[in-house]
């Protein structure tokens, strides 16, 4: 929500990456749009997706549960309108991580057994990305690069 970056802003945080610009059964903000943007001081960094369905695919449970030449295919049309921005928590990787109910799920099974899904593949899908040349860095150092980039353009 709006209200957030207020208090991100506030606490110091530069930039953010929790917006999913789409719906989905727990969280989106559709109205958000697909660029970043800078509120009260923090940059958002939506989560990239296809824009005919709004279909995350470059992050956490999307990363992990569609198929590798799906992701391949969307990163490769998304990066011709821009960055392709995800990301992972450390759950998405880690397949050792002992099953509970996950809280902020509403008590759903399916959503559950969706936080244990596939975490196996994630490296195997980054390695494809990574292979087609696309660079995997911190949003710290896109967001450098970028303020850099645009310094160095009006020079």
Not at 58 to 71: D, E, K, N, S
């Amino acid at each position: 929500t709006r209200w957030a970056y207020r208090e991100l802003s506030t606490l110091g945080y530069e930039y953010s990456s929790s917006v999913l610009p789409a719906n989905n059964p727990l969280y989106g903000w559709k109205e958000f749009g697909a660029g970043l943007q800078k509120v009260d001081d923090v940059w958002e960094l939506p989560v990239s997706f296809v824009p005919v369905a709004r279909l995350p695919f470059a992050a956490g449970v999307y990363l992990r549960t569609l198929p590798t030449m799906m992701i391949r295919i969307a990163a490769r049309g998304h990066s011709k309108r821009g960055p392709v921005i995800g990301y992972l928590h450390p759950y998405d990787i880690d397949v050792d991580q002992q099953r509970f109910m996950h809280p902020g799920i509403n008590d759903s099974k399916f959503y559950n057994w969706l936080m244990y899904l596939n975490r196996h593949t994630v490296f195997s899908k980054l390695e494809v990305l990574l292979a087609d040349g696309f660079e995997i860095q911190t949003y710290s150092s896109f967001l450098k690069q970028m303020h850099s980039d645009h310094v160095n353009a009006r020079v």
